[in-house]
């Protein structure tokens, strides 16, 4: 009975998800509020505003529509300054489908591809934010066997690319692909580091030049969230990663 | 243990890949839509305030050399010493070759900082606007764009303050990187220093 509940639940949302695709981008509220992050910011927690994310992270027959309309962040139009040599590499594989989300974009791509929706990308707090839900909780972090679930994901290869967004079940938000799908990309990701306090004159640790730090943050059983955290810390804004995507806040 | 196994893998690999995006080479020439080249910081068209209230852009910049950094007014602890360490860079230099530099100190501070206020700054430290150009952008937004193509990393911290890298990128009067360093000292790191004066000698020898 519970299952055929939720079977219900799953096809419903992904009903909507299609409906969504047709009538332009769903963005969900988030009441935001007072949390516990895994970046601490002189206090263990944070205050994150009410927003709106992007319930499903951009796709390529998204994308595509931008760069149709903004040919200048095209790969054969961008300039390196903005775009690493990876940008867009994959774009035009036919393997993968429309529906997927669009990855090896740089920082500078998805912010453009944000403003063009009358959005911007979400900070890094929202992004924790929202992440930190399952199905029914909206903060199901200290639950072992959820954090289980999400290494589970990270843990299966993906042959060929990420598949169609919308596939895993909506968190309680409302929000989808948060994990098991790709990383993304967040406003403040160069704002991401650890110790950092420039009167530590040539003692300062950012994660960049020491992943291992990781481990001595905030919620350190949480190995998902750290590891979005290092790989983020690491980029450059001109950065692609063939995993890395985006999704927009408002 | 399978899983620690895993997420020491899920690691390296969070860490190699970007590692691999950093060292790809710049391919330069693909439709530029200016004359600048494809790496240049000229094309941040990020709008800027200086301490006299002129507005520009880094393509303004064309010195032989030009220092940017970041900073805000309200740091009493490492600004002061990046202030100085450019201060110190600038007087080291022959007398006839600092014309062909010029030091551009960014806020991460937008609304705090003002044109004012950066005047007032500049003139605590002794600094004349023909060398040390004072600027603000016109919000966190556009803050952060330049701080990201510098590679520059902030963030706000409780209390006002902000917690950041103090880098400082030396450019050609192209826009082109051609040295940075992350290291704050009084007198300035010998190697950017070196590469500072290599770079005006090499433009004199032109």
Known sequence: ?250 | MKTTRWIVAALVAAMLQPLSAAVATPVAGVTATSALPEDSLQRISIPLTDQQGNRFTLADEQRPATIVTMFYGDCHSACPIAIESMKRLVDDLPANRRTGLRVVLISLNPGVDTPESLAHLAMMHGLPPEQFRFAVAGSDRDTREIAAALGVRYRRAAGGEINHSTRFVLLDDKGRVVSATDKSSVPPEPAFMASVTAQLGHVAAR
């Open chain 1, 1 to 250: 009975m519970k299952t055929a509940r939720r079977l219900a639940a799953i096809v419903l949302a992904l009903c909507a998800g299609a409906v969504g695709a047709a009538d332009g981008p769903v963005y969900v509220p988030i009441a935001g509020g007072v949390f516990r992050t895994a970046l601490p910011n002189g206090a263990d927690t944070v205050t994150v505003d009410a927003y709106q994310l992007r319930r499903l992270p951009v796709t390529r027959a998204e994308f595509a529509a931008f760069l149709a309309q903004h040919p200048e962040w095209r790969r054969e139009n961008v300039a390196r300054v903005f775009a690493a040599k990876g940008y867009l590499a994959d774009f035009e594989s036919r393997e993968t489908p429309a529906a997927a989300p669009v990855t090896g974009v740089s920082w500078y791509g998805a912010r453009a591809y944000c403003e063009s929706e009358g959005a911007r990308l979400p900070s890094w707090y929202e992004w924790e934010f929202a992440a930190a839900a399952d199905a029914r909780r909206r903060d199901a972090r200290d639950d072992p066997a959820w954090r289980e679930q999400i290494l589970a994901w990270y843990a299966t290869p993906t042959h060929g690319g990420p598949g169609a967004v919308g596939a895993h079940e909506a968190n309680a938000w409302g929000v989808q692909d948060m994990h098991g799908l790709i990383w993304e990309w967040v406003d403040d990701f160069n704002g991401l580091f650890v110790t950092v306090d420039s009167r530590s004159q040539g003692e300062e640790k950012t994660l960049e030049t020491c992943g291992a730090a990781a481990l001595s943050l905030g919620d350190r059983e949480n190995y998902a969230v750290l590891m979005r955290i290092a790989l983020l810390a690491s980029l450059d804004a001109r950065d692609t990663v063939g995993s890395m995507g985006f999704r927009c806040a408002k």
